[in-house]
């Protein structure tokens, strides 16, 4: 099983960003947090580093619910999302599978909302590119 869902769209990264932020919008994700790699690489190490930027998107029913059923579920909240430039024109968006990242936990209730949470990101996905 692998552990991320992921697309390819033939965009700019600034173009792509918003495209990505409508995807989980309209599967009922915010984002909650923003990390932009390559300006933290070049603030902290003074090196250069591609278009790469970490999204934190967060269902808060879904993840509501899942700290009702395991409050140390946090630690893999929220869901992270890379965009990231490949090449001029080429960006990918990968996405954490939930299902994959929570199977050291046993509770099929859990397991249950993972699955859910997957569907959502993976049609956020398919809606990116497919």
Same mark, same amino acid.
């Given at each position: 099983?692998?552990?991320?869902? $992921?697309?390819?769209?033939? @965009?700019?990264? @600034?173009?792509?960003?918003?495209? *990505?932020?409508?995807?989980?919008?309209?599967? =009922?994700? =915010?984002? #909650?947090?923003?990390?932009?790699?390559?300006?933290?690489?070049?603030?902290?190490? =003074?090196?250069?580093?591609?278009?790469?930027?970490?999204?934190?998107?967060?269902?808060?029913?879904?993840?509501?619910?899942?700290?009702?059923?395991?409050?140390? *579920?946090?630690?893999?909240?929220?869901?992270?999302?890379?965009?990231?430039? *490949?090449?001029?024109?080429?960006?990918?968006?990968?996405?954490?599978?939930? #299902?994959? $990242?929570?199977?050291?936990?046993?509770?099929?209730?859990?397991?249950?909302?993972?699955?859910?949470?997957?569907?959502?990101?993976?049609?956020?996905?398919?809606?990116?590119? =497919?």
């Amino acid at each position: 099983m692998s552990y991320y869902l $992921s697309t390819h769209m033939h @965009e700019t990264f @600034e173009d792509a960003m918003p495209q *990505v932020e409508r995807a989980l919008a309209d599967q =009922g994700f =915010g984002i #909650v947090t923003r990390i932009d790699m390559s300006a933290t690489f070049k603030d902290k190490l =003074g090196k250069d580093f591609k278009p790469y930027t970490i999204l934190g998107a967060c269902n808060p029913e879904a993840a509501h619910a899942a700290l009702q059923l395991e409050d140390k *579920v946090g630690t893999m909240l929220p869901c992270n999302v890379i965009v990231q430039q *490949v090449h001029k024109g080429l960006v990918e968006v990968a996405a954490i599978d939930p #299902v994959a $990242s929570m199977q050291a936990i046993d509770n099929p209730d859990l397991d249950r909302a993972a699955r859910e949470i997957r569907n959502k990101l993976a049609a956020a996905i398919d809606m990116l590119g =497919g």
